[in-house]
């Protein structure tokens, strides 16, 4: 599973100019899934990762702001900010149990929806994929659900549908518990181009090697470096609580 793991990393997120938008959920092998400085067996500790890319200077104006177990996007330079609409968002919320990432400002749609006792996939009924033309940006959106004592994972993507450009297509993953080291992750973009074509297929199955720090490491690396803006990566305890909340961001 790990070679796999390392070839598709390699494949899809290191020799790619341009995957967009990436989030990945999983489990690190850090071992420590318990408080202090016990461990749980090698088991890892829940890991979220999310970061963004861009090619225009608009896209690139942002850096990652980590407030608790709370990450948001902020401008860098306010006065070039354009549009605020699709870049300036919360991309990880939490709920008791429950951790959410997301390309867009459906993390808070899909926030208040489960705090009301709704559903993920009802919540993400209501949104759409972006109005950016001509590449129609996926919404990506991700769930670690803890809240039964066994681990539901979630991942869904809104496309516009290939005939309609005003429709969407939706499709819910739900996904296997991965093993330690393994996570399962969907991107906005499957590589670069004019315009950009969506991501297409399964969740992929990337490492999640090490602790927050050492992925953080890693993915940074990976990201192709002309392109990439921010990172952040979350360790998650058992019970869907914000561990460490790490960012790198290309300004500042």
């Given amino acids: 599973m790990q070679e796999l793991a390392r070839r598709t990393f390699d494949r899809s997120i290191a020799s790619n100019r341009y995957p967009g938008r990436g989030l990945v959920i999983g489990r690190n092998t850090s071992g420590s899934q318990t408080s202090g400085s016990q461990t749980s067996g090698g088991e890892g500790d829940w890991t979220l990762v999310y970061w963004i890319m861009g090619r225009s200077e608009h896209s690139r104006n942002r850096q990652f702001i980590a407030e608790g177990g709370v990450l948001r996007t902020q401008a860098f330079d306010a006065k070039l900010v354009v549009d605020p609409s699709l870049i300036i968002y919360e991309a990880m919320l939490e709920l008791p149990g429950i951790a959410l990432v997301s390309n ?79 996570g399962r992750a969907i991107t906005t973009y499957a590589s670069d181009g004019n315009p950009l074509p969506s991501f297409s297929g399964e969740p992929l199955v990337l490492p999640l090697e090490g602790r927050g720090s050492d992925i953080l490491d890693s993915y940074w690396q990976a990201l192709d470096a002309d392109n990439r803006i921010a990172l952040a990566v979350k360790t998650v305890a058992p019970d869907g609580s914000c561990r460490e909340l790490l960012v790198r961001n290309r300004h500042g």
């Fill in 104 to 182: 867009g400002d459906q993390t808070r749609t899909v926030h208040d929806a489960l705090a009301r006792g709704g559903s993920f996939e009802a919540a993400l009924a209501g949104r759409a994929h972006e109005p950016d033309a001509p590449h129609y940006t996926p919404r990506i959106s991700g769930m670690l659900d803890l809240r039964a004592g066994q681990a539901r994972l979630s991942i869904s993507i809104l496309r516009r549908n290939p005939l309609d450009p005003t429709r969407s297509d939706r499709t819910l993953f739900q996904l296997a518990t991965p093993p330690p080291g393994i």
